[in-house]
């Protein structure tokens, strides 16, 4: 680079500096920009909120110093973290809440420190207005699914919950997800956030240039076709929500969700269906172990003339399991548990308790509500039935990307995702997951019964349509021909990779810039 073109990067980037938003606004546009993200996700579901949310944020992020912006990405993230989970304090209480969303606030801050040198490099590397309006946005929206991505994952599994993707389950760009995951579509959707900030920015480029680019952006992704979600069979599926009381702190009898999942489903005994579907922990009693509930298995089996799917604790020695079990005829004029999937990815600090011995002495009465720690699973994550391959999600594995591309390797062709929500009341938690659930059913396309102990429950097609739905809180069931595909999107088949070759990407590129800078200044 030249003299004359050192001098010119400098100068830009002084004057960008100069643009920058005073302290206390950045501070309170962060602040701001977290509530508004979070608008768009369920229940309140005004979608283009969490765009306009993102883009509020990315903004916040120019021209800050690395402690300042240090600051303000946490005080962002502790907005967005703390509005969107908050009904983790219905039943927990308020310290489990403030733990999780410390946690997400730090991954946040270190992401937002990112997006600010971003901004602050970037520019400078890529002087011109495609630089600016195309590579700016492109890094900042790396750098976004990078932070999603690392703390998805860890520590511990980490916590994927509340992705940009996850606000659009049913929108216009609803469809994207089966081309390209859902990490790579919270990549689209940081990248038009970031890309309203740049073209808003570049005022070297007319208004009417600036709006017919991002208006043909928008409709190129708008209609971008969907990918074809051909159907091959359908699978007659009885679901059944017992609306049991199976809350961590709930005072039932032993025996009682096995109750009420009974007494719902003898209302069908005789409809022609291919399977029953009971929730997670539907069976509080294990009927691997215990005669009674095995004889209730027996009967729905029996009288249903169908196998039944249903969740129960299972113990193996020593070692405690949240399992769904597939409870059908045995070949040998009985029935009994043919195949069980063990969840391979429990949650921790709610199903165990990482270094339970380190940590225990620090808050005894807190990590009581952990009495036990589950056991990983090992199995596989299908089950045969009516020569079709259903895959097993229990619960939290919703959000697991490593679960589901294991079970489209082993053939799943419909999605059975058991879940308990009594311990999070008439929050927006349940109908969240159920956007996920109906996310992963587009990016994989197959169909995915949700079904859950209160709700919120729903059979969910390939294509991301609501094929039926039972009210929160009430028992109920439903019996539905679900469509069945065996094809693969491109999502289920190089999302995940595109996902990493974006992060490097953005990495690399800020990496140069950073290093072309510190030249500069030398």
């Not at 579901?45 to 120019?62: D, H, K």
């Not at 029996?302 to 070949?331: C, H, K």
Request: hydrophobic share 50%; charged share 15%.
């Amino acid at each position: 680079m030249s003299v004359v073109d050192q001098t010119g990067a400098r100068a830009s980037t002084r004057h960008r500096r100069s643009e920058a938003l005073p302290p206390l606004v950045s501070l309170l546009l962060a602040g701001v920009a977290g509530w508004v993200m979070d608008l768009g996700h369920p229940d309140v579901n005004l979608w283009p909120l969490t765009l306009v949310g993102a883009s509020l944020m990315i903004f916040a992020a120019r021209g800050l110093s690395v402690p300042f912006s240090l600051l303000v990405g946490a005080l962002g993230g502790f907005s967005y973290y703390g509005i969107h989970i908050w009904w983790l304090t219905v039943y927990l209480g308020p310290v489990p809440w403030i733990a999780l969303t410390i946690a997400q606030t730090a991954f946040f801050a270190l992401g937002f420190v990112l997006l600010t040198l971003a901004w602050r490099w970037v520019p400078a590397l890529w002087p011109t207005p495609v630089g600016r309006v195309g590579m700016v946005p492109t890094v900042l929206a790396s750098i976004w699914l990078l932070r999603e991505s690392i703390s998805a994952v860890w520590p511990s599994g980490g916590f994927n919950w509340a992705r940009l993707a996850h606000s659009q389950s049913e929108t216009p760009l609803t469809h994207l997800v089966a081309w390209v995951g859902p990490g790579v579509f919270s990549f689209i959707l940081a990248w038009l956030a970031a890309g309203a900030v740049a073209l808003w920015l570049e005022y070297r480029l007319a208004r009417a240039s600036r709006a017919v680019l991002a208006l043909g952006i928008v409709t190129t992704l708008v209609v971008w076709p969907a990918f074809p979600t051909p159907i091959s069979d359908h699978l007659r599926v009885a679901a059944i929500q017992g609306n049991a009381d199976a809350g961590l702190f709930a005072q039932y009898e032993r025996g009682d969700n096995l109750r009420d999942h009974h007494r719902v489903t003898q209302r069908l005994y005789g409809e022609d269906v291919d399977v029953v579907v009971w929730p997670e922990n539907a069976s509080d009693i294990d009927p691997l172990r215990d005669d009674m509930a095995a004889a209730v298995a027996d009967e729905v089996v029996r009288e249903m003339a169908a196998p039944l799917v249903v969740g129960a604790i299972t113990r193996s020695g020593d070692e405690t399991f949240n399992s769904v079990l597939l409870w059908e005829e045995d070949g040998r004029g009985g029935s009994g548990a043919t195949d069980q999937y063990d969840k391979i990815h429990p949650v921790p600090f709610a199903e165990y308790l990482p270094w339970r011995d380190l940590i225990y002495p620090l808050a005894p009465d807190l990590f009581d509500l952990v009495p036990r720690d589950y056991s990983f699973g090992s199995r596989d994550t299908v089950f045969s039935i009516d020569e079709h391959t259903a895959g097993i999600a229990i619960c939290y594995d919703i959000v697991d990307d490593a679960i589901f591309a294991q079970m489209m390797d082993e053939g799943a062709d419909i999605i059975f995702a058991p879940t308990n929500n009594a311990d999070f009341g008439r929050t927006d938690q349940s109908v969240q997951q159920l956007a996920i659930a109906r996310l992963r059913a587009v990016e994989l396309g197959r169909s995915v019964v949700n079904i859950s102990t209160v709700g919120t429950s729903a059979v969910i097609t390939p294509d991301g349509d609501t094929l039926d739905q039972l009210p929160t809180y009430t028992e109920g069931y439903m019996i539905e021909s679900v469509p069945i595909a065996t094809h693969s999107t491109p999502a289920a088949l190089w999302g995940k990779q595109l996902e990493w070759w974006l992060m490097a990407l953005g990495l690399s590129a800020l990496a140069i810039a950073g290093f072309a800078r510190r030249q500069w200044l030398n």
